[in-house]
């Protein structure tokens, strides 16, 4: 099973909707998360930080579920310029592991 | 605000030719990272820098050397391109690895062999 999974997706919302992503860990000694957005032949970007109490920047609401553990990014009121692809980024306590998942692509359209 | 700054943007390379890329970060960031990403594998280290002085192998070292030459700047060295290295090369940069800290990256180098 790999360290983290995601839906390749697409995921293809019109403007206006909510759309939902869920992002899976297997190792439940990992301590931070994050998504990151990464455009077409782009750098990755950090987009937001998960933290175990939920937050929310914006239209954005991260969550962490520990108990599953899964985390999820929930997008509302989508933008054509949310269109990119979502990286669940998972962090163990020790060591450099930084493990990402391979990413959801999102499609809004008008 | 120039962050992390990668060279070059695009090479091609021959099979067995040599090649460095290059990577800086002006955010006095003490921890620095080397990442291939290829269609359908997502994001995959391949050497880190905990701190100036340091350097350990990722999750894809094979066929890689890396160099961190001072905080500032870390280099990826491919002695002998395969086509296997043909990618996408990212490097990033964190203020230290300590675990809650997000990486930043470089805008990547876009490498063929042929």
Known sequence: RKEVEQDPGPFNVPEGATVAFNCTYSNSASQSFFWYRQDCRKEPKLLMSVYSSGNEDGRFTAQLNRASQYISLLIRDSKLSDSATYLCVVIRSSGYALNFGKGTSLLVTP | ?114
């Open chain 2, 1 to 114: 605000n120039a962050g992390v700054t990668q060279t070059p943007k695009f090479q091609v390379l021959k099979t067995g030719q040599s090649m460095t890329l290059q990577c800086a970060q002006d955010m006095n960031h003490n921890s620095m990272y080397w990442y291939r990403q290829d269609p359908g594998m997502g994001l995959r280290l391949i050497y880190y820098s905990a701190s100036e002085g340091t350097t350990d192998k990722g999750e894809v070292p094979n066929g890689y050397n890396v160099s961190r030459l001072n905080k500032r700047e870390f280099s990826l060295r491919l002695e002998s391109a395969a086509p296997s290295q043909t990618s996408v090369y990212f490097c990033a940069s964190s203020e230290s690895r300590v675990f809650n800290q997000p990486q930043h990256f470089g805008d990547g180098t876009r490498l063929s062999i042929l």
